[in-house]
């Protein structure tokens, strides 16, 4: 087989691999490398054909099914959610944004075992999704996994360094541990990134709070009522 009847080959070759026709793309390759057992573009078509297709539609599911969960999810209907992604995720195992949705609403569901699986799967198909890490970091708070949280929004901030509810929710964990200083430091970094964080504003309060600093504290809260007229919870804490 010479060198221009060879190149021939692998055209028709590829030609009938675009087509769709692998079996004779196949018989094509393989004939090259019958004859030239080296040839590398034989080989790498070869291969390519033993590779199954995918194609979006058998990776994720359609948007319109990622839409109608997150508008259960919205609406509250966290244990259809869970119970349809769950099954969603059976035939859309690598869907990680499906994952992400049942990990955050088995989470709101107190389904916090099922929830670490999920968002486990969210980091490993997707380890760029900063939300991922930071869900899991609420769930590992949950499971009173407080040095493991710290880790995933800290991996969640270093994906997307502007993420306040990131640093808000680390704020949580560290006050939690009992290191207020570094607590008011991440609740004030949220804060700087997002002004009108009236819950940041709160909780800042609070940690301000257990450092005896109750003039700050209060100021802190004035300025979550001014932010939420309603909140409830900050009316409480300036109050006691």
């Not at 040839?39 to 590779?51: E, H, P, T, Y």
Request: aromatic content about 8%.
């Amino acid at each position: 087989m010479a060198s221009l009847s060879v190149d021939r080959v692998l055209t028709k070759a590829k030609s009938c691999s675009r087509r769709g026709e692998n079996e004779k793309a196949r018989e094509l390759f393989q004939a090259v490398l019958n004859k030239f057992p080296n040839n590398k573009r034989a080989q790498k078509g070869l291969s390519a054909l033993a590779i199954p297709f995918h194609d979006e539609t058998t990776i994720n599911p359609s948007q319109e099914k990622i839409d109608h969960l997150i508008n259960l999810y919205n609406q509250g209907h966290l244990s259809t959610v869970v119970d349809q992604a769950q099954k969603m995720v059976l035939q859309y195992p690598n869907a990680f944004m499906v994952w992400n949705i049942l990990g955050v609403a088995a989470a709101q569901n107190d389904m916090n075992d099922i929830a670490a699986v999920a968002l486990e799967t969210v980091i490993k198909l997707n380890p760029l999704f900063p939300d991922g890490y930071a869900n899991y970091g609420n769930v590992l708070q949950a499971q009173s996994k407080l040095e493991e949280a710290i880790d995933a929004f800290n991996n969640a901030i270093s994906l997307e360094p502007t993420n306040a509810k990131a640093f808000f929710n680390m704020g949580n964990v560290l006050k939690e541990q009992g290191k207020t200083e570094e607590a008011v430091r991440a609740y004030n970094k949220a804060i700087s990134l997002k002004p009108n964080y009236a819950k940041a504003f709160n909780n800042l309060g609070n940690a301000l709070q257990d450092q005896g600093k109750q003039n700050e504290a209060i100021e802190a809260f004035d300025v979550a009522i001014s932010l939420e007229p309603d909140f409830a919870e900050a009316h409480k804490n300036k109050g006691n």
